[in-house]
């Protein structure tokens, strides 16, 4: 009997692949799991993912898709509760790193010096340098003027951290010229597998 034929079991099997990764899967990846066995086709296991998509809705974890894949994760709802498991605070971003990010996002691929010229303020290196590190953003390419100035865009990391599955999901730009949209100083905390909240950060960093 293949595993198609099957279906309980390949649902306990790609509910435990997604709860053990600890990242997102991609459906490649879920496939290769079965290398004794006809892996089953992509439309099956869409629709097992889908169907414990449901059976989550309304619970304390939820599947998701991002650019990465699907990943099993805390609901926002109940991340500020579960983030208590942990003592360290989380990473917190100033608001010329996240306009920054915004910028780059928005408008890339796009040059140091013209975010400079929208925000009309100077972008530190250390700024650069935390949204490399982070794997937000990535060099590109460089823009064909004198000095050929490094082109910036982001990344799927990015995608997968802020719960996107593409940058069609990116939210209007409207909501983000909302001054509250960007407080001064925002808390970033990772989406992640069930033992850790879409809000949480394994890291702590601190950009600038």
Do not use: C
């Amino acid at each position: 009997m293949s595993i198609e034929e099957s279906p309980e079991q390949l649902e306990q099997i790609v509910e435990g692949a997604l709860f053990a990764a600890g990242r997102p899967l991609t459906l490649d990846q879920i496939q290769s799991l079965f290398v004794d066995e006809e892996p089953p086709g992509r439309d099956t296991l869409v629709a097992v993912l889908d169907a414990l998509s449901t059976d989550y809705r309304g619970r304390g974890i939820e599947i998701v898709q991002v650019a990465g894949g699907y990943r099993v994760q805390v609901p926002a709802a109940v991340a500020p509760w579960v983030a208590r498991l942990w003592d360290e605070k989380p990473a917190r971003y100033s608001r010329a790193l996240l306009e920054t990010l915004a910028l780059i996002a928005y408008r890339q691929p796009i040059t140091r010096g013209e975010i400079e010229q929208i925000r009309g303020v100077a972008v530190t290196t250390q700024i650069v340098k935390t949204l490399t590190e982070r794997e937000w953003i990535r060099v590109v390419g460089h823009r064909d003027v004198p000095g050929r100035p490094a082109l910036y865009a982001t990344t799927r990391r990015f995608l997968d951290y802020f719960g996107l599955r593409s940058l069609n999901d990116l939210p209007p730009l409207s909501e983000i010229r909302e001054p509250d949209f960007l407080a001064e100083e925002l808390d970033l905390r990772e989406p992640g597998v069930p033992s850790v909240p879409p809000a949480s950060d394994a890291q702590q960093t601190k950009g600038d």
